[in-house]
T-cell receptor, first 115, second 113 residues
Framework: KAGVTQTPRYLIKTRGQQVTLSCSPI?????VSWYQQTPGQGLQFLFE???????NKGNFPGRFSGRQFSNSRSEMNVSTLELGDSALYLC??????????????FGNGTRLTVT | KNEVEQSPQNLTAQEGEFITINCSYS?????LHWLQQHPGGGIVSLFM???GKKKHGRLIATINIQEKHSSLHITASHPRDSAVYIC???????????????FGKGTHLIIQP
């Protein structure tokens, strides 16, 4: 069974641009969650999607958005990029919504550099 | 807001030593995850537990819900165990739409041969 796939692996963008990252979950998994990892803040929860609906959202500005498609694939978008958005963006999938009985499976991440 | 604290931040040990990493959190949770991250970024979920103790190979995770504390133990440590270990707390479901994981800052573990 293929794991969680994130594309692209690396991305370099300029301040003010926007970026779209993609996450394909493990086949059969319906929940996709997104995380930002920086050296200063560590891992932080961005949002979680289940059945094409955003169920949870972390404390990030509205420039960060996402969506989930009917095949459970998910995209996240960051508009008007800032230098501080440089980070490793990770997605994780689980069979059902991230709960105590639903293990997470992480992708290898997309490393975004904003110059 | 849930605060998750991990200790130690950095740990260097000799091969074969018994390793303990601690995690404490401030509010009630429904589950706690222990994650392993190797250089390059990939994260592997080691354990998810809501009570008691779990064991997988040389790894043992325990949680004390009353004391809001969890530990990850590695027995007979090996250089391949060198990684960052991160605990993450899943809040009690509140239905408020902000129920995502809260992460500790991670413990950088180096096992020297």
């Amino acid at each position: 069974k293929a794991g969680v796939t994130q594309t692209p692996r690396y991305l370099i963008k300029t301040r003010g641009q926007q970026v779209t990252l993609s996450c394909s979950p493990i086949s059969g998994h319906r929940s996709v969650s997104w995380y930002q990892q920086t050296p200063g803040q560590g891992l932080q929860f961005l949002f979680e999607y289940f059945s094409e609906t955003q169920r949870n959202k972390g404390n990030f500005p509205g420039r960060f958005s996402g969506r989930q498609f009917s095949n459970s694939r998910s995209e996240m978008n960051v508009s008007t990029l800032e230098l501080g958005d440089s980070a490793l963006y990770l997605c994780a999938s689980s069979l059902v919504m991230s709960r105590w009985d639903s293990p997470l499976h992480f992708g290898n991440g997309t490393r975004l550099t904003v110059t | 807001k849930n605060e998750v604290e991990q200790s130690p931040q950095n740990l260097t040990a000799q091969e074969g030593e018994f390793i303990t990493i601690n995690c404490s959190y401030s509010v009630g949770i429904s589950a706690l995850h222990w994650l392993q991250q190797h250089p390059g970024g990939g994260i592997v979920s080691l354990f998810m537990l809501s009570s008691g103790k779990k064991k997988h190979g040389r790894l043992i995770a325990t949680i004390n819900i009353q004391e809001k504390h969890s530990s990850l133990h590695i027995t007979a440590s090996h250089p391949r165990d060198s990684a960052v270990y991160i605990c993450a707390a899943h809040p009690m479901y509140s239905g408020g739409g902000a129920d995502g994981l809260t992460f500790g800052k991670g413990t950088h573990l180096i096992i020297q041969p």
